[in-house]
């Protein structure tokens, strides 16, 4: 089993990861490759992480429930 300390390390760092990527890639969807995507990047990742950190408190329990459902799988 996974210490609590050990999920939470990850939870952040998982959820960093994504809502870098993810506030990228829509950022620049919406503006376009330019400059003023580059000025706004930063600003939309630091609202995306915690936003994505909480969310991920409950859909990621829920997850795990509905593919513990589908696989027959046992929660822990």
Known sequence: ???KRTMI???ILITGMMALI???IMSMIAIGP???WLKAWPHQFI???PIAF???Q???RFGF?????MTGAQAH
Do not use: P, R
């Not at 429930?65 to 459902?69: C, H, I, M, N, S």
């Open 34 to 36: 330019n400059e003023i």
């Open 1 to 3: 089993m996974v210490q």
């Open 65 to 69: 429930f509905l593919a513990g459902k």
């Open 58 to 60: 409950f859909v990621g």
């Open 54 to 56: 909480i969310v991920t």
């Open 9 to 11: 390390i990850a939870q």
């Open 47 to 49: 609202i995306a992480w």
């Open 22 to 24: 993810m506030s990228g």
